[in-house]
């Protein structure tokens, strides 16, 4: 058995009230990849951070190859070999790859930045790590794949041998993903510690030699990942049994029937769309697939009445036989429309208003006079969408922003179905939000889907398309790539294929 | 015909002349802006060069010590608006109004402290200024010297990557408050070299309000350059003969022998810092950070 080469005995955080890290253990194997898992929430960032030295902890110590150790800053952990991955990149965009690759630790010669041993240090890690980026290409032109090598190299660079990767799947395309967990293989392969904070149970599954699950800031169990399953994992996670991320409920391919309920044609965006083109019939669930950035945000936009389009040829967007190019939001709300918009702390919910205002002011078309706030109904629809939906809020006038982002979220899905709509636009609908709330919203678009709504459902998580459509739209630069049908019966034979028209 | 031809050279040149504080308080401007630190106090930048200039090297009577002290002033000037917008984490563009403000009280103050009259310095003998032509050959040097300085030096990397992600900046050990504290300080340097030269070069004395609007004008210059040291020049040399032909076109008479109003013709610069900007602005990138707050 190898040695142990970090590990953290007894870390407490705190931030104000709140306990992010209760008394977590940790012990790292060298050589081995070890899978944190938790839920939103449940400390895992925190856990890093501490270990990465951006924060330090309360209570507890941290020791790094049997030394005890503190660390003032990121550098502290940097010199001694830890790195991290971060979910959002830490990349200048705007700075080329060979820029990026050195900064902050720069080669010089006479004070001026050696480019040329860089460039050398560079392709000789690319060449170990099988990998090709362009060095002198600026980082806002590579792909998200790329950059997250980029990332890889630039601790490589840096001498790191414990690699910490925060969420590092999320934003990447099934073969992207693949690729991914091969070069961690590699890494492990070539002597490096690994740490992968993810969510996702398949992939700890595939790489995994250890799994340390996190649930309400503690460490709840560290196992094998050999000696354990998804099921039992989820199971952990959650606290009781929940039904897998990427399982699907609904197997059958439905029996549509009825007129369509949106027909959109040639809808061309004033930057990203180029005619796009679809329909929607009663009860169904149309994914749109893609990478992020490719035109969804527009589509959501003109769909919803956000921006309304400018009058290009042929253009049209009808709902239940109506042309509702010009018209705005609210008459498309009154009209049956709803959405569930893709930030929901930008577009879903005022933060500083409670959940009654919240509620009224994204449903007020559906109330006799849409101008007067009515004060005991609405109090009394978000008492009741609170128990239907098991939203965790002290009371009706929490203010949106005390809640966590799940149950923010629940509160939007119950608003947006409260006035019985005939479309759903649900753009990522539970993005950030835990398996158990994920849950919840799945069930319920499903049951509404069955009730003739018809849902659009936006999402850069193929699992979630794949788990909810029954049709899937791909899209890329704006313009629709590819059209699978039949999702409920051929389900994960697709991925590789819907992976494929996303780039 | 001969008279035209002579007055066009003459306004090239003039505009030449003229471009040389913007092209300063520009280039002041690029290296505040692209460490991430919002900059509209180059105006109240280039009066302290202005004040600082002119009376050093009246007090001194060598314009090479007032250089060094308008060198100075602008360091100091550079530190004060660093300190409260990096370290105190004011607003960039109220601070930057502020501190314009500030400045355009404190010079007669202590104009009068040192002059005893409020609006002016003492005006400098012919041999006590310094010539325009050799400071519009330094700002003009200056440009590629900080391109190099950007893309060549350590330091320059750090200034662009906390102008661009203060994020990741921090995450390698790049210390992004320092490194904007040095830039602010290095931009209040150089602008007031601009200063200098509106006082000790172009002119014989420090008077009220001399800049004119100047900073705000190389500010105009920066974004239409795209926040670019060599592109620069050119924009500034832009403003510079608009400068140009705001003086030259007011002795000239219209068709019909008549005159515009000077006031008309004084508009010109501005008109054309106001087209260029409602025009150019959002078209060129700002760096992704600026005037964030680390």
Redesign the interface.
């Known amino acids: 058995m190898s040695s142990l080469i970090l590990e953290a005995k007894g870390i407490t955080k705190r931030f104000g009230n709140v306990v992010a890290n209760d008394r977590v253990d940790l012990s790292i194997r060298e050589g081995e990849i070890h899978a944190i898992i938790g839920e939103n929430g449940a400390g895992k960032s925190t856990l890093m951070k501490i270990l990465y030295g951006m924060i330090a902890p309360d209570e507890g110590q941290l020791l790094v190859r049997g030394k005890s150790v503190h660390f003032e800053?990121?550098?502290d952990a940097?010199s001694l070999g830890i790195g991290?991955v971060?979910q959002?990149?830490?990349?200048?965009?705007?700075?080329t790859v060979l820029?990026n690759f050195?900064?902050?630790?720069?080669p010089?010669i006479n004070?001026?930045?050696d480019?040329k041993s860089a460039l050398q240090d560079l392709k000789n890690l690319m060449l170990e790590a099988h990998t090709e980026l362009p060095s002198s290409s600026l980082v806002k032109f590579l792909s998200v794949g790329q950059q997250q090598r980029l990332e890889i190299l630039k601790l490589l660079y840096r001498k790191s041998d414990i690699l910490i990767f925060d969420e590092p799947t999320g934003v990447l395309t099934p073969q992207e993903v693949d690729q991914f967990l091969k070069s961690l293989r590699d890494l492990k392969a070539r002597g490096k510690t690994i740490l992968l904070i993810t969510h996702k149970l398949n992939e700890v599954m595939a790489v995994a030699d250890q799994v340390t699950v996190m649930r309400a800031g503690k460490t709840v169990s560290s196992l094998a990942a050999s000696s354990t399953d998804v099921k039992e994992l989820a199971t952990l996670l959650v606290g009781r049994e929940v039904r897998a991320f990427d399982e699907r409920k609904v197997k059958s391919v439905k029996k549509l029937s009825g007129a369509p309920v949106l027909k959109v044609e040639s809808l061309s965006g004033v930057k990203k769309l180029k005619s796009v083109s679809f329909q929607i019939n009663p009860g169904e669930i149309l994914g749109i697939a893609g990478i992020e950035g490719n035109g969804q945000h527009e589509l959501v936009q003109m769909l919803s009445g956000v921006k309304v389009h400018s009058h290009s040829q042929g253009a049209s967007i009808q709902f239940l036989n109506m042309k509702i190019d010009q018209w705005n939001v609210e008459k498309r709300k009154a009209a049956g429309m709803a959405c569930i918009p893709e930030d929901r702390h930008h577009e879903g919910l005022i933060l500083d208003f409670n959940l009654v205002e919240n509620f009224y002011l994204g449903s007020r078309v559906h109330f006799d006079i849409p101008t007067l706030l009515p004060f005991k109904e609405v109090t009394a629809l978000v008492e009741k969408s609170i128990s239907d939906f098991e939203i965790k809020a002290k009371s009706p006038f929490s203010k949106a922003r005390e809640l966590s982002g799940g149950n923010q979220q629940k509160v939007i899905v119950a608003r947006e179905l409260f006035g019985r709509p005939k479309l759903l636009i649900a753009a990522q609908p539970t993005r950030g939000v835990d398996i158990g709330a994920i849950e919840r919203i799945h069930d319920e678009l499903l049951k509404r889907a069955e009730e003739g709504m018809a849902i659009l459902l936006i999402s850069s998580e193929l699992d979630e398309i794949l788990s909810l459509s029954d049709r899937v739209l791909v899209i890329r630069n704006g313009e629709i790539s590819a059209e699978f049908s039949d999702v409920a019966v051929q389900g994960p034979d697709l991925r590789y294929e819907i992976g494929r028209a996303m780039v | 015909m001969n008279e035209f031809h002579f007055s066009f050279v003459d306004l090239l040149l003039s505009g030449l002349r003229l471009s040389t504080p913007l092209l300063f308080a520009a280039l002041g401007g690029l290296l505040s802006e692209r460490a991430g630190v919002a900059n509209i106090a180059l105006e109240g930048f280039l009066l302290v060069g202005a004040f600082s200039a002119a009376a050093v090297t009246y007090l001194s009577g060598n314009p090479w010590i007032g250089l060094s002290g308008a060198l100075a002033a602008g360091a100091m000037i550079g530190l004060i608006f660093a300190m409260l917008t990096v370290y105190a984490k004011a607003d960039h563009i109220v601070m930057g109004t502020a501190l314009n403000l500030f400045v355009v009280g404190a010079l007669p103050l202590f104009n009068k402290i040192f002059f005893g009259v409020t609006g002016s310095t003492p005006s400098l003998e012919l041999d006590q200024r310094l010539s325009v032509w050799f400071l519009f050959f330094v700002a003009v040097a200056l440009s590629p010297l900080i391109w190099f300085f950007l893309h060549k030096v350590p330091f320059g990397y750090h200034l662009r990557s906390s102008g661009e992600n203060i994020e990741a900046s921090k995450s390698l050990g790049i210390s992004v408050k320092r490194t904007r504290l040095i830039a602010v300080i290095l931009a209040g340097m150089v602008t007031a070299l601009g200063g200098a030269f509106l006082s000790i070069a172009h002119g014989s004395q420090f008077s009220r309000g001399m800049s004119a609007g100047r900073g705000f004008i190389a500010l105009a210059a920066l974004i239409l350059a795209g926040w670019r040291p060599i592109p620069v020049i050119l924009t500034c040399i832009l403003f510079g003969l608009a400068d140009a032909a705001q003086i030259v076109l007011q002795s000239y008479p219209l068709p019909d022998g008549s005159t515009l109003p000077v006031q008309w013709i004084q508009m010109f610069p501005y008109i054309v810092t106001l087209v260029v900007l409602v025009g150019f602005v959002g078209k060129t990138e700002p760096p992704q950070a600026i005037a964030k707050n680390d």
């Open positions: 800053s990121p550098l940097l991290m971060h959002h990149f830490m990349l200048v965009e705007r700075m820029e050195i900064l902050g630790s720069e010089t004070g001026i930045v480019e």
